[in-house]
């Protein structure tokens, strides 16, 4: 049986059309993004190395704690933090905020 190794660095031809389909760009690659962004993104692989797949639910569950504590800026900044982790989790606090 052949198989077919591109040389390093080359992408295949079978994978080239999938690749330009999808426009896939890395998050941290873009060079758009405002210095909040990245303490939010920072802050998440942090939280992520620390907490696993739990991180998310942690950086709600602080959200939660400066809500209650009357900082409307570390809640936006903590649902941004969840949000880099789970979109749907974030995306499910600011439901039940907003209701």
Known sequence: MLRF??????ISPCLSRRIQ????RAIN???T???CHDEAL????????????????RARD???????SGEPNRVEFW???????DRRM??????????
Do not use: W
Request: some cysteine; proline content about 2%.
């Open 21 to 24: 389909a999808r426009h896939l």
């Open 79 to 85: 649902v941004e933090v969840c949000a880099t982790l």
């Open 62 to 68: 602080a959200a939660v704690i400066a809500e209650r």
């Open 29 to 31: 690659d873009n060079g």
């Open 42 to 57: 920072d802050t998440a692989l942090r939280m992520f190395a620390a907490h696993g797949f739990a991180a998310a639910a």
């Open 5 to 10: 190794a591109p040389r390093y660095g080359i």
């Open 90 to 99: 974030a995306r499910d606090f600011l439901k039940r905020k907003h209701s």
């Open 33 to 35: 993004g405002s210095q």
